[in-house]
């Protein structure tokens, strides 16, 4: 399978507790996005990679969100002190050279 | 005002009618425009650019008014199949940050 992959698919985590999710973007795709979705709501963008610089972060993610891709393939997002307002969808996308976006199947966060 | 509006329905329409969709945007200097379909609690997935000059694939044709500042998504012969949620994207306008509309959602039954 060549598509965006992410890992964990699922994650159950307690308040308060730090969470890291992996996205691996299509191979060459230089171009990788972050977003969030909760019901009933199109995703919201978190952040945007180029290569591994990292170009754009949105105003409505606080410190506690934090996002790598260290060597400009794979890409991890952290959650630090989670509280129960990140219970989301977590979606990665990737792109070459374009706007086209290709999504991963998302990692579902729930934060008791 | 929203950056991206769209009227979440949801559109109920039986197998085989013609159903369009529309999708504000207020950011002017906006550049590229596309639809993703959304199926429940799966990833959207690309279903077709924007362009100036429009764009049809099928049952499927997207349009772009810039003068009004909306795209639109028109189906025809629904099929069963075609239910789910759309959700448009508008890119540009001086960031790299794509924004999404809320979606809005079809249900097309027998």
């Known amino acids: 399978d060549t598509g965006v992959s992410q890992d964990p698919r699922h994650k159950i985590t307690k308040r308060g507790q730090n969470v890291t999710f992996r996205c691996d973007p299509i191979?060459?795709?230089?171009?990788l996005y972050w977003y969030r979705q909760t019901l009933g709501q199109g995703p919201e963008f978190l952040t945007y990679?180029?290569?591994?610089?990292?170009?754009?972060k949105s105003r409505l993610l606080s410190d506690r969100f934090s996002a790598e891709r260290p060597k400009g393939s794979f890409s991890t997002l952290e959650i630090q002190r989670t509280e129960q307002g990140d219970s989301a969808m977590y979606l990665c996308?990737?792109?070459?050279?374009?706007?086209?976006?290709?999504f991963g199947p998302g990692t579902r966060l729930t934060v008791t | 005002r929203k950056e991206v509006e769209q009227d979440p329905g949801p559109f109920n329409v039986p197998e085989g009618a013609t159903v369009a969709f529309n999708c504000t945007y207020s950011?002017?200097?906006?550049?590229?425009f596309f639809w993703y379909r959304q199926d429940c609690r799966k990833e959207p997935k690309l279903l077709m650019s924007?362009?100036?000059s429009g764009n049809e694939d099928g049952r499927f044709t997207a349009q772009l008014n810039r003068a009004s500042q909306y795209i639109s998504l028109l189906i025809r012969d629904s099929k069963l199949s075609d239910s789910a949620t759309y959700l448009c994207?508008?890119?540009?306008?001086?960031?790299?940050?794509?924004?999404f509309g809320r979606g809005t959602s079809l249900i097309v039954h027998p």
């Open positions: 990679f180029q290569n591994e610089a990292q170009l754009e």
């Open positions: 950011n002017s200097a906006s550049q590229s």
């Open positions: 191979s060459e795709h230089n171009r």
């Open positions: 924007v362009y100036s």
């Open positions: 996308a990737s792109s070459l050279e374009s706007d086209e976006q290709y």
């Open positions: 994207v508008v890119n540009g306008g001086g960031s790299y940050i794509p924004t």
